[in-house]
Structures are given as structure tokens and as C-alpha cells.
């Protein structure tokens, strides 16, 4: 059974009403200008990072893709992920020069901080972090509710070995993040609240790449896990870094759960779930308030399981979770769309 949990009605409807109210850096896109042909806003996207990791910039870049389609003039201008001279030139490069300019991750908040001010009739949108600035729209979502459904599924999934074979009924489960920063571990909170509900014995073991690049460190801190540790599951929150970590559960003959976009189709039978994060559908929806002129900047808009934020898929994964299980899920998610489940957060 091919199922996708994105609690709430359709996203895009909702997230549509919650919005309401100089470097050698590659660029995809149309060349910079203010204007589109269409009359439509002009938007331009500056990475802290490149495409292609099949994670959470190129989630980000389906919004992107969405408004091209719809007669935007756009461009997305990446960088070295660990150049954040670049990301800042970037950034001030285009400012006056587009009708939006689009940046994300708590890494870009300083940046953005100290350009914002200097350019106070551009306007910015940020996604995954918060920048108070009457020219800046802020868009965040609660990875801790998606976390939370992935803690469960990974708690099913060791405790219900009959129907995982590839679990051993450890009842030991593993994160590999990224970065220790506070973003991160609201999915690691998440992510153990969830698999306290199904058992709370469960051991959750967390490990940190310290980057979202480094998939060969990733690989091996998932690689221990499995083995040394003897996790069932593992989860990545790493991004580009966490592709290491989809392969060690295949070469480990485990489970892995990917994040950001549907990376189930990776290692097909390994990956039993995707927890989404629609940073393109956060985009492309605060755009489209901004042409209507209902974009209400100087403000943050926060997307969960209610308004379809984030979500667990499991299209793709090669039909690995029965349906009995995703059933629970649901009903956990919903739980926690109507409020009946408060999951913890480390974002104040």
C-alpha cells in the first residue's frame, strides 16, 4: 500500500490559508531582472550548499521549479557549503536587484540580519529559521511533529519483527544529524518522544556528522550503529551527509528512514519511510501570497501535521510497511493534528 501522511487537508490549500494575513558560485535559472514577463514577481533563491542531495535544497527547489511554471522569472544561485564568505556576497549581489530574494537555514540568519537592514525595500523571504525584519518573511516548520512519526514507525518496526524482517527486536533505534544545533535536535526530540510512545524501553542512540556534506562520516557513524549498537532503524537528519546513512542500512541489511524529500526509492526495501518536509510547498505558497499582495512580512508562519508541513511517506518504498502499521501511525499523527499529543521542541 503506497500511503503519504500529510495530516490536514491538501497541502498546498492549506498552507495557501496559514499564509494569508559575486562569487564562483553555480546558478540555475533565468539571468537576474526585476521584472517578469508575465507581471509576475521576480524570485531568486541563494543555497547555502548545491543541489542534487536528494534532500532538503532540493525540496526547496520544487517550489522554485513550481514557479517557473507559472510565468516567474527565477533564478537559484548555489555555493560551496562550507564557504560562508560566498553566501553572504550572494546574497548582497542580488538584493535590490530581484522583486523577492529567498534564502534558508539557520545559517543564512546572521547573514540576513545585517543585509536586510541595508536593503529596506527588498524583500526576503527565510525558510527553516526566523529573521524579525519588516522586510523579511519567515517561514519554519515542525520537524519534531515529523520526527515524531518517524520515532514511532522506527519503534514499530524493532519491536515487530514478525512483520520487519530485517529488524532483530533489539528495541534499539539511531539519529544521525547533521549539526548539534537546536534545529536539529527538535527532530531528535521528536524523534524519541515518538518512540517513547510505543515503548518506552527503547534505546535511541544520536550521532553528529558536524556538517550536512560529509556522507562517508555519515556512513560510518550509521555503520556503527548498526553493528556495534545493533540499531534496527536509523534516521537521517543530516541532508547531502545523510546519503551515507541510507547506505550503511542496505549494506547493513537494516532500515533507515529518510528526511526533507522522498528518499525511499534510494535503497528500495532498505528505507521504510521519508519524513517530508515541504520547504518547495512553504515557497511557492509565500510567493504566490506576494503576488497577491496578502504576504505578511515582518512576520513568521510555522507549518506542522495540521497544515501540511511536514508528513511520513511511504510511496516508493517498495511496500516494506504493512498496513496495519501505517494505520497506527495515522492515528498518531492525527492525535497530534487535533492536540491530544503535545510533542516537545527545542524551538522557542
Not at 494569508?20 to 537576474?32: E, K, N, V, W
Not at 536587484?97 to 524583500?123: F, H, R
Request: with cysteine.
Amino acid at each position: 500500500m503506497k500511503r503519504q501522511l500529510k495530516l490536514g487537508l491538501a497541502a498546498a490549500s492549506a498552507l495557501a490559508l496559514a499564509l494569508t494575513g559575486c562569487s564562483s558560485s553555480a546558478s540555475t535559472g533565468s539571468p537576474s531582472g526585476s521584472a517578469s514577463a508575465s507581471g509576475k514577481l521576480s524570485v531568486v533563491s541563494v543555497i547555502n550548499g548545491t543541489l542534487g542531495d536528494a534532500s532538503f535544497f532540493d525540496s526547496a527547489e520544487t517550489g522554485m521549479t513550481k514557479l517557473k511554471a507559472e510565468g516567474h522569472k527565477v533564478q537559484t544561485i548555489q555555493s560551496d557549503a562550507s564557504n560562508q564568505t560566498s553566501w553572504k556576497q550572494n546574497t548582497e549581489s542580488v538584493s535590490g536587484k530581484w522583486d523577492i530574494v529567498v534564502v534558508g537555514t539557520s545559517q543564512m540568519v546572521d547573514i540576513l540580519k545585517e543585509i536586510a537592514p541595508k536593503y529596506p525595500n527588498q524583500k526576503y523571504i527565510i525558510y527553516d529559521d526566523v529573521v524579525t525584519a519588516p522586510n523579511v518573511a519567515s517561514i519554519t516548520f515542525k520537524q519534531n511533529e515529523g520526527s515524531y512519526l518517524a520515532g514511532v514507525l522506527a519503534a514499530l518496526a524493532t519491536t515487530n519483527k514478525d512483520k520487519f524482517p530485517n529488524a532483530t527486536g533489539s528495541k534499539v533505534i539511531g539519529l544521525v544529524g547533521g549539526m548539534d544545533i537546536p534545529i536539529i535536535n527538535d527532530f531528535v526530540v521528536g524523534f524519541k518522544k515518538g518512540a517513547e510512545t510505543v515503548d518506552p524501553t527503547i534505546q535511541v542512540k544520536v550521532g553528529f556528522v558536524g556538517n550536512f556534506t560529509d556522507s562517508d562520516k555519515g556512513y560510518s557513524i550509521a555503520k556503527s550503529m548498526y553493528e556495534q549498537d545493533k540499531a534496527d532503524v536509523v534516521y537521517q537528519v543530516a541532508g547531502g551527509a545523510g546519503a551515507g546513512v541510507l547506505k550503511a542500512a542496505k549494506d547493513t541489511g537494516r532500515y533507515a528512514i529518510g528526511v526533507d524529500s522522498n528518499q525511499n526509492k534510494l535503497y528500495q526495501g532498505f528505507i521504510l519511510a521519508s519524513m517530508l518536509k515541504n520547504v518547495g510547498d512553504g515557497i511557492h505558497t509565500a510567493v504566490t501570497a506576494a503576488d497577491a499582495g496578502t504576504l505578511a512580512y515582518g512576520s513568521t508562519t510555522s507549518y506542522g501535521l495540521k497544515n501540511g508541513g511536514v508528513g511520513l511517506t511511504f510511496a516508493d518504498n517498495g511496500n516494506i510497511v504493512p498496513a496495519d502499521m501505517q494505520a497506527k501511525i495515522t492515528d498518531y499523527a492525527q492525535q497530534v493534528s487535533d492536540g491530544k499529543i503535545t510533542v516537545p521542541t527545542t524551538i522557542s
